[in-house]
């Protein structure tokens, strides 16, 4: 099936058209699917229609149209590149929506009003013991550390390892410090 | 290829700025100085070699066309919202990341939950971001209480439905 329209418009537009199916697919599998499972799931299950729609219009492109070999890769090099970096980009909204502090105290403070909260009111609702607990319980959930006889050691280094690597790094090299409170 | 050989080199020269700058002295709004910075070298970027293609040229690329140019734009457009998203995580510590760079740091000793309540404060985790929430205009003090403020109360919303939509369980955080 041709799609119609003018080429060059419809190869920008097919990777925002993909992350549309993304997200649709992220939400739709989350309600339908994962509804009981961690959101990663359903972000990957999102991800891979999205992906399927980005090589589909491709490949219609070059089957019913005038590209060259080179033409169509080169433009899947592209598409895959604008589409991962739009994906990632909603990775992080989706994870700023499960696990980000400011946005759970933000929430916390809507459902507040116009009273707001004390320093304490705020730490009673959401405080240091709840965010160290819930991130040891995804930590424990996921492999990353393990627990016994009461303490916690290090489990499987593969993502989470790394990527505290990762940031501790791009941290040195952009900001010349380790940590917000150097 | 034109358009994304032009958008990962303007966002490399922009990148570089970028960290003379910030080795500088880091900006008071960073998230906002960054969306200047980055935007900036784009609109200039474009600027030049759309009257200058002749540089192009000489670095054994053709001359673009405007389908080319809003390749290019979008391209570095994404790179730079990925980079900016990244960004979050360099200027807060994520208390999931020190948590497991404790742990592993830790080795055959371990640690124990009280060693990171102890360390893990409100001091730490929670004052700052209050700060952080006041200095964008998302929340305010007023006597002596922590009041949400209208674009704060539109941040929230839109998280709220995105949750609702997705029937993400629990408060979050």
């Not at chain 2, 673009?64 to 994404?78: D, F, L």
């Not at chain 2, 510590?93 to 497991?100: A, F, G, Q, R």
Request: proline share 3%.
């Amino acid at each position: 099936m041709a799609i119609q329209g003018n080429p060059e418009v419809l190869r920008l537009l097919s990777p925002v058209i993909a992350m549309g199916v993304n997200v649709l697919g992220q939400v739709t599998s989350k309600r339908l699917l994962f509804k009981r499972v961690a959101v990663l799931k359903s972000e990957a299950f999102g991800f891979a229609l999205g992906l399927a729609a980005v090589l589909a219009v491709n490949w219609d492109q070059w089957s019913t149209c005038c590209l060259e070999l080179s033409e169509l890769w080169a433009g899947l090099i592209s598409d895959m590149l604008l589409y991962g970096l739009l994906s990632y980009c909603y990775f992080h909204f989706v994870n700023l929506s499960v696990t980000a502090r400011r946005i759970r105290i933000l929430r916390d403070l809507a459902r507040a009003g116009a009273d707001g909260l004390s320093r304490d009111e705020l730490i009673a609702h959401y405080g240091p013991a709840d965010i160290v607990g819930i991130r040891l319980g995804r930590l424990l959930g996921s492999g990353q550390i393990v627990q016994r006889d009461g303490r916690y050691y290090g489990g499987r280094r593969f993502p989470v390892y790394w990527i505290a690597q990762a940031v501790f790094l791009m941290k040195l090299l952009v900001m010349g410090k380790r940590s917000e409170f150097e | 290829m034109a358009g994304l050989a032009i958008a990962l080199g303007l966002f490399s020269f922009a990148f570089a700025i970028h960290l003379i700058v910030w080795r500088s002295g880091l900006p008071g709004r960073q998230t906002r100085t960054l969306l200047f910075l980055f935007g900036t070298v784009l609109a200039g970027g474009l600027f030049f070699f759309s009257v200058r293609p002749q540089v192009l040229d000489s670095i054994g690329l053709y001359a673009i066309g405007p389908w080319e140019a809003a390749q290019a734009a979008a391209i570095y457009i994404a790179l730079m919202l990925a980079y900016i998203t990244t960004y979050s995580a360099l200027e807060v510590d994520s208390p999931s990341l020190v948590i497991v760079h404790a742990v592993f740091g830790a080795g055959e000793t371990g640690i124990s939950r009280e060693e990171f309540e102890r360390t893990m404060s409100a001091e730490v985790l929670i004052d700052p971001r209050i700060k952080d929430l006041i200095r964008d205009g998302m929340a305010k003090l007023e006597n002596g209480r922590v009041v949400i403020t209208p674009k704060g109360m539109r941040i929230a919303r839109i998280f709220d439905v995105y949750r609702r939509i997705s029937a993400i369980e629990g408060e979050g955080g």
